[in-house]
């Protein structure tokens, strides 16, 4: 059963005021979610940055060509697709020999979170900075599993749905 996988997810602030981090377990509780609801069988590995908006921005600029501050990226390590209908683990792994050898975990890649725009995004939607943090946690999950919103129609739309299955099971109050 998934319940009894052992991820492991790594997760640290910088440049982050003691005041603006945001909640380590509401991070750790929404990645797990997210993989079992998922049905994703492998134990897998994440790390995850809070930072300041100038440290996304340049990050965003570094990687992406983009110099904007944003609310979270995603870095995946694997190059996975969403499956129609989940089988065995739920994910197809398009080269095999991907889990590393010395942990026997699947790195699944990164995640940065600007803890300022998870602030002001809850402020602006009237969400607790909790019901943020997991909801932008999850959509970035969501990317490191193979799920985008390039197609700003169909794609977003079956990610929508995604996320809205994995906000549900957490049940953190908005």
């Known amino acids: 059963m998934?319940?009894?996988?052992?991820?492991?997810?790594?997760?640290?602030?910088?440049?982050?005021?003691?005041?603006?981090?945001?909640s380590i377990p509401v991070i750790k509780r929404s990645i797990i979610t997210a993989l079992r609801v998922q049905g994703v069988e492998l134990p897998c590995e994440i790390s995850v940055l809070i930072t300041d908006e100038r440290s996304i921005r340049e990050i965003n600029r570094e990687f992406r060509n983009i110099d904007l501050p944003t609310d979270v990226l995603s870095f995946p390590m694997q190059e996975l697709t969403p499956m129609q209908s989940l089988t065995l683990s739920g994910w197809e792994i398009q080269e095999?020999?991907?889990?590393?050898?010395?942990?026997?975990?699947?790195?699944?890649?990164?995640?940065?979170?600007?803890?300022?725009?998870?602030?002001?995004?809850?402020?602006?939607?009237?969400?607790?900075?909790?019901y943020e943090t997991a909801y932008l946690t999850v959509h970035s999950v969501l990317h490191l599993l193979g799920y985008d919103h390039v197609d700003e129609c169909e794609d977003k739309k079956k990610m929508r749905v995604r996320e809205k299955a994995i906000m549900q099971e957490l049940g953190i109050k908005q």
């Open 2 to 22: 998934t319940e009894h996988i052992k991820h492991k997810i790594y997760v640290r602030h910088d440049r982050v005021k003691p005041f603006d981090r945001l």
């Open 96 to 130: 095999i020999g991907k889990l590393d050898p010395g942990t026997g975990l699947l790195p699944l890649g990164e995640i940065v979170i600007s803890a300022t725009r998870v602030i002001e995004q809850a402020h602006e939607h009237g969400q607790s900075r909790d």
